[in-house]
């Protein structure tokens, strides 16, 4: 029978499995191929999951750089940078111009005492006018060494105005569009940097103040919002907030389509009050309530909160620099309307006391004011276009259901 059966199984072409105790225990070795295809599944598999979580790992981190906080550490991160970058290339021309003008300076104190040699006393008018020629070159050359290279009055042995604090607060001032002046790049690798460096930050800044600006607005219409709820609670009468919570129930009421036939309110029965007549009061007359609107700080707040921090840093800074009054005021809103005329820069000052930790806390106070302008500026445009939807409601130009 195993013959006959063997026999057949040749025929047809079928492998034959040989019978018996030690055939039957023996198994079939797969083959290299299929060894082949199964690591490189698994290697594609592998590579998949690696792809996933990589492209898991950047949608983290662009969600995170394009947060609050992301977007404010890029622009810390890329001013310290800019920071580091002036100063090592504008630092040393600096230290070259100093050394300069020192030598240009004794050179021609050398050329006076020669001409006092060369010249009789008694004869002072020839001596006055080679001097006066003498001094007119020194102060040619004086004038070249302070617009052109950027001299800034100072000996090889004073503060750098180029150092860390100083390169810092100078590329805020660019990618703010503050713009000073009183500094600025006197080599042609400093003047390329500076433009690229602009190029990239601009956009960024402003995108970041942007979104500081709406995140602070929301935070202060929190606040704002439970400020004005304490002051009533402590000002008002019991009976006013009595008034109000019972108004606000109806008001809910009407929202859930609940009807309503009389309102009492101080034992009084008023007519019957349709949604569309019930406007918000205590402070938020003129909105609808078929529409649920944020909360609105009124103009006057965000301009005394402008006002306040102006005033805060005038009294600073007046009293760092010898300032008066005005000329601190003055340079408080030059700088947070990015005018920045910079005749006025703390820290600039020869005789000045601490000048890079001045310059180092005027950084924080503009990059903190200009989003502090920013959130005002978006609490009084909201409070502007609300204002102005509702006259345009009353004067029939926008229709009342929108």
Same mark, same amino acid.
Not at 373 to 399: D, H, P, T, Y
């Given at each position: 029978m195993e013959s006959n059966s063997m026999t057949r199984n040749l025929t047809e072409g079928t492998p034959t499995k040989p019978s018996g105790c030690?055939?039957?225990?023996?198994?079939?070795?797969?083959?290299?191929?299929?060894?082949?295809?199964?690591?490189?599944?698994?290697?594609?598999?592998? @590579?998949?999951? #690696? =792809?996933?979580?990589?492209?898991?790992?950047?949608?983290? !981190?662009?969600?995170? /750089?394009?947060?609050? $906080?992301?977007?404010?550490?890029?622009?810390?991160?890329?001013?310290?940078?800019?920071?580091?970058?002036?100063?090592?290339?504008?630092?040393?021309?600096?230290?070259?111009?100093?050394?300069?003008?020192?030598?240009?300076?004794?050179?021609y104190v050398n050329a006076l005492w020669n001409l006092t040699k060369d010249f009789n006393?008694?004869?002072?008018?020839?001596?006055?006018?080679?001097?006066?020629?003498?001094?007119?070159?020194?102060?040619?050359?004086?004038?070249?060494?302070?617009?052109?290279? @950027?001299?800034? #009055? =100072?000996?090889?042995?004073?503060?750098?105005?180029?150092? !860390?604090?100083?390169? /810092?607060?100078?590329? $805020?001032?660019?990618?703010?569009?503050?713009?000073?002046?009183?500094?600025?790049?006197?080599?042609?690798?400093?003047?390329?940097?500076?433009?690229?460096?602009?190029?990239?930050?601009?956009?960024l800044t402003l995108l970041c103040l942007a979104n500081l600006g709406n995140f602070l607005g929301n935070c202060f219409r929190i606040l704002y919002k439970y400020t004005t709820t304490c002051i009533l609670c402590l000002c008002c009468p019991p009976s006013a907030r009595a008034n109000k919570r019972h108004y606000t129930r109806e008001i809910h009421m009407l929202e859930e389509g609940k009807p309503l036939n009389t309102n009492s309110i101080n034992g009084l029965d008023s007519p019957k009050i349709s949604p569309k007549d019930v406007k918000v009061m205590l402070g938020e007359g003129n909105i609808d309530i078929d529409k649920k609107e944020r909360v609105r700080v009124p103009i006057f707040v965000s301009l005394m909160i402008i006002g306040l921090y102006i005033f805060g840093g005038a009294v600073l800074f007046s009293h760092w620099e010898g300032w008066p009054y005005l000329i601190g005021s003055y340079f408080c809103f030059v700088t947070l309307s990015t005018i920045g005329f910079g005749d006025f820069v703390p820290g600039a000052d020869t005789d000045s006391f601490a000048n890079q930790q001045k310059l180092i806390i005027c950084c924080f106070y503009l990059i903190f004011g200009l989003?502090?302008?920013?959130?005002?500026?978006?609490?009084?445009?909201?409070?502007?276009?609300?204002?102005?939807?509702?006259?345009?409601?009353?004067?029939?130009?926008?229709?009342?259901?929108?």
């Open positions: 030690c055939g039957s225990g023996k198994r079939e070795r797969p083959s290299s191929t299929t060894v082949s295809t199964v690591s490189l599944n698994r290697g594609c598999c592998s @590579g998949r999951k #690696g =792809k996933g979580r990589c492209s898991k790992c950047c949608k983290k !981190f662009l969600a995170f /750089l394009f947060s609050h $906080i992301g977007l404010s550490c890029l622009v810390v991160a890329y001013s310290m940078l800019g920071g580091f970058i002036f100063m090592k290339l504008e630092a040393p021309y600096e230290k070259t111009a100093r050394n300069t003008v020192t030598k240009l300076r004794s050179d006393m008694l004869h002072p008018l020839n001596w006055s006018t080679e001097a006066e020629e003498i001094l007119q070159e020194f102060q040619q050359m004086i004038y070249e060494a302070t617009k052109e290279k @950027g001299w800034d #009055g =100072k000996d090889g042995s004073a503060d750098s105005q180029w150092s !860390f604090a100083g390169a /810092l607060l100078y590329s $805020i001032t660019v990618i703010t569009t503050i713009g000073y002046g009183h500094i600025a790049p006197k080599t042609d690798n400093g003047r390329l940097v500076t433009m690229i460096y602009a190029t990239v930050g601009i956009p989003s502090l302008i920013a959130m005002c500026f978006n609490l009084m445009q909201e409070e502007v276009r609300a204002k102005f939807r509702w006259l345009g409601k009353k004067l029939g130009i926008i229709s009342a259901h929108k």
